[in-house]
């Protein structure tokens, strides 16, 4: 398979490529397709740090097609970790649904960057969603020591098929989603106080990310040092 411009664009920027091979696969409820994978040196590569996520590259009829995914539990020392699909119409899901082991993929490593703040933040405040999870279950691994308020917004049941990794500490609400991401919008915006002691991390729906990183800087009056925030996807 042919690789487009993005991955020339990417390849300018310093992406670095690694082929990943399937080491085991896994059904989680029906709903997600989870798989184990070497990496083929890229943990020993590349610094791992929490919420890191790699491209990986589909077939899609004869065209490249990337998308991007979490890493879940790597592990520097075997060179390991793993990867959660949701399964739903489209080639990646195909992929990994029908991956068996020794299957091997491309992937590229560009982009991804996040550390916790030094000193560590009294209180996280995170908001994502069934894509942005892994990321989220990362960053409660990583702050575990650390009380969290946790925001996920769910399209439907079969969504919370992967569970948030929470501590007693951890006060986690799931968030059906309706009108367009409104809703997670206003109950977040609502709830979130200002801190100049917390850090802020907001991952889900593109506008609805948008909107709440507005009401966080000019609301809140929240330094951009005390934000992370990414576009997980967009609504069509």
Known sequence: MKRNWEALVLKAMGGRDFRLTVLGTESVDGHYQRLLLDGGGLLEACEVHPTMWIRLWFDNDGRAHQRAYTLVDPDPAT???????????????????????????????????????DPAPEHLYLVGDAASL??????????????????????????????????????????????????LVDLV????????????????????????????????????????????????
Do not use: M
């Open 79 to 117: 060179g390991r970790f793993s990867l959660e699909f949701a399964i739903h119409d489209g080639c990646a899901a195909r992929w990994a649904t029908t991956a068996r082991v020794g299957d091997s993929i491309g992937a590229t490593v560009q982009g991804s960057a996040f550390q916790l703040p």
């Open 134 to 183: 892994p990321a989220v279950n990362s960053l409660l691994d990583a702050g575990a020591d650390i009380p969290a308020t946790v925001w996920l917004e769910y399209a439907h049941e079969g969504e919370k098929a992967l569970a948030p990794r929470a501590r007693a500490h951890h006060d986690v609400t799931w968030v059906p989603r309706r009108d367009a991401g409104q809703h």
């Open 189 to 236: 915006c609502a709830a979130l106080p200002a801190s100049d002691a917390a850090h802020y991390w907001v991952a889900c729906e593109a506008a609805s990310t948008r909107s709440i990183v507005r009401h966080i800087r000019r609301g809140l009056g929240v330094d951009k040092g005390r934000l992370s925030s990414l576009a997980y996807w967009k609504a069509a």
